[in-house]
């Protein structure tokens, strides 16, 4: 049937194998397989005629694990999204998910058992290449008439979140977020909306009406003597229409703000699946003046590719590399790498999700330029970071700041 979903379990165990058809059902997918260990798994592939949407791949099997299975599957050119499950330690499921998303393959999850529906869901949402009746499962109860509604209507708003220079504490950008309050679910996750966006070729449309709005403000507080940097995300989707530097350009001009005042993340993904199109595109963008971040960094493995390939101005180090560095003497030295990586390079460094002050403190020492997060504020409108940046008065013995 055109846009169902199917799924294929793997699980020595019959009882959790049953208990991860009944959540993939309850999220959504029709069409369920089952495979008691990685040799049946591989026989019941042969077998479709169509690789399912999702594969859930226990570790731990008889004759064949589940590093095996993945590997097996990367041999084969099995391209769908996959989640490993483990009742074993999280370490360990991340360092299987790390080593299948190094042969290429698409890990969206790494979870423990038994699996919830909130865990699943929350897997889900890292992958747009759902059919719509996925996405709606995932997306609670949102549907893209009212979404397209609310775009036209410029119903949607823009978040600000700040980026302090850690040398000094002194806020010298904001990344803009786009936030949605629906008239009777209240307020909808970014990833929600987004990922609904994405799937009804609304992303255009969202993106635009976010960069006007924040080119707006921008421009507002430029007026006012505050000059802030503007970092906007550029989804995947957008990267090859071939208008897109042009209508960015457009709008960068309408405001009146230098080029250079305006930072594009883009994802470490949407670049190496990037064609000709889109490079031409970014090369444009980055001609103008425009800067472009290579965002998320440390969730992939051709990073160092990327930056190699193309000429980023700034580099962002996911929150799962600075979540509990102060503690973990492994990321301290993956952090130390990429930040003298990044110096070298000549382009800024930027951490975000920094909520401890040991986090703050370890960055700082290790040479990161800017950070963002919840320990310094959280992302509010434009009224309010005005506010904020006059109110706020972060302890500046204890960031290690100059009096």
């Known amino acids: 049937m055109p846009g169902s979903a199917s799924v294929l379990v793997v699980d020595d165990s019959a009882v959790q194998r049953d208990h991860a058809v009944k959540l993939c059902q309850a999220a959504g997918f029709e069409h369920t397989h089952t495979a008691a260990n990685g040799h049946e798994a591989l026989s019941t592939l042969s077998g479709l005629v169509k690789v399912p949407d999702l594969l859930i791949i226990d570790l731990e099997m008889p004759a064949m694990d589940g590093s095996q299975l993945l590997d097996r599957l990367h041999q084969l050119g099995i391209d769908a999204p996959i989640i490993v499950a483990s009742s074993r330690e999280h370490s360990l499921l991340e360092l299987v998910a790390d080593l299948g998303s190094a042969l290429g393959l698409r890990i969206i999850g790494a979870l423990q058992k038994p699996l919830t529906a909130e865990s699943l869901h929350q897997s889900l949402r890292r992958s747009t290449h759902w059919p719509k009746k996925i996405i709606a499962k995932q997306s609670t109860g949102i549907d893209a008439a009212s979404l ?51 799937a009804h070729d609304l992303i255009h449309d969202l993106t635009l009406l976010v960069m006007d709005q924040a080119m707006l403000q921008t421009a507002a507080w430029m007026a006012r003597g505050l000059h802030l940097s503007l970092a906007v995300n550029l989804s995947p989707r957008l990267l090859d229409r071939p208008a897109l530097a042009d209508e960015i350009i457009a709008i960068q001009e309408r405001h009146a703000l230098p080029a250079n005042q305006i930072v ?12 000709g199109a889109a490079l031409g595109s970014l090369a444009r963008l980055r001609l103008r003046g425009f800067g472009l971040s290579i965002d998320d960094y440390g969730t992939g493995f051709s990073s160092l590719q990327q930056l190699a390939r193309f000429p980023f101005t700034e580099l962002k180090l996911d929150r799962s590399l600075v979540a509990g560095a102060h503690e973990r003497k492994n990321l301290q030295v993956i952090l130390r790498s990429a930040l003298d990586m990044a110096d070298k390079l000549g382009i800024k460094s930027v951490a975000e999700g920094i909520e401890l002050l040991e986090e703050w403190r370890l960055l700082q020492e290790l040479g990161c330029n800017f950070g963002q997060g919840y320990l310094i504020a959280k992302p509010m409108s434009g009224p309010e970071l005005t506010t904020w940046m006059k109110e706020c008065r972060l302890s500046r013995s204890d960031l290690g700041l100059p009096a």
Do not use: C, N
């Open 264 to 275: 594009f993340e883009l994802t470490e993904g949407s670049i190496v699946s990037s064609r």
């Open 148 to 198: 397209s509604e609310a775009i036209r209507t410029q119903s949607l708003h823009v978040h600000y979140q700040p980026k302090v220079e850690m040398r000094t504490g002194l806020v010298r950008g904001v990344e803009a977020l786009a936030r949605w309050t629906h008239a009777t679910l209240g307020a909808v996750s970014p990833a929600d909306f987004i990922r609904v966006a994405e």
